[in-house]
């Protein structure tokens, strides 16, 4: 059983808010990724980690921006949110070393911009 | 680049029907490859995976086989039943990336009818 958590779940916000959306995991996991869904399904990395203190950019594009202080922790910060952005979010971790390459996956960020 | 693509559905079905949704690769390098399950609501859940050429992977009566002659890697199960119903994701993971994050196709609904 994966433990990876996200919260919030769902959030509705106005055009211009500041947000972050939170993905913890316990499994001490040195990668970390952040993936957009569009309403069309498909899956997009928009921000991944190596570890504490490495972050980068993913394939599509985004406004937001991440961190990563802790091991556990890497959240996404939207620091102007706008219509645009409004998506599903889903946080996931791997392991460093071995062969596994499998990816675990909390249960996402349902976000709406008004 | 790589690149994944994948039958659109949605692909209907009634129960104890036999399922296939197909899925090809092309990739930069020698991937793995995956099939993920995204039930309504929820994150993404691993279902299968295969690592190297003729292997199959296979769980909860649902089987693919790497082929690499093919660049396929096509999802089966013999009888679907209503708890099936979901969206079905392959995916792939190039290991010579230090980043190791998947390249998803852009999803395969299923629905299956009683």
């Known amino acids: 059983e994966a433990d990876i958590y996200q919260t919030p779940r769902y959030l509705v916000i106005g055009t211009g808010k500041k947000i972050t959306l939170e993905c913890s995991q316990t499994?001490?996991?040195?990668?970390m990724y952040w993936y957009q869904q569009d309403p069309g399904m498909e899956l997009h990395l928009i921000h991944y980690?190596?570890?504490?203190?490495?972050?980068e950019k993913g394939d599509l594009s985004s406004e937001s921006t991440v961190s990563r202080i802790r091991t556990e922790h890497f959240p996404l910060t939207l620091e102007s949110a706008r219509p645009s952005h409004t998506s599903q979010y889903l946080c996931a971790s791997s392991e460093s070393a071995g062969s596994s390459y499998e990816q675990y996956f909390g249960p996402g960020t349902r976000l709406t911009v008004t | 680049g790589n690149s994944v693509t994948q039958m659109e559905g949605p692909v209907t079905l009634s129960e104890e029907a036999f399922l296939t949704i197909n899925c090809t690769y092309t990739?930069?390098?020698?991937?793995?490859l995956f099939w993920y399950v995204q039930y309504p609501g929820e994150g993404l859940q691993l279902l299968l995976k295969a690592t190297k050429a003729d292997d199959k992977g296979s769980n909860k009566g649902f089987e693919a086989t790497y082929r690499k002659e093919t660049t396929s890697f096509h999802l089966e199960k013999g009888s679907v039943q209503v708890s099936d119903s979901a969206v079905y994701f392959c995916a792939l993971l190039v290991r010579d990336t230090g980043r190791r994050a998947l390249t998803f196709g852009s999803g395969t609904r299923l629905q299956v009818q009683p």
């Open positions: 980690s190596y570890g504490v203190n490495s972050t």
């Open positions: 499994m001490g996991h040195d990668k």
């Open positions: 990739a930069t390098g020698y991937p793995s």
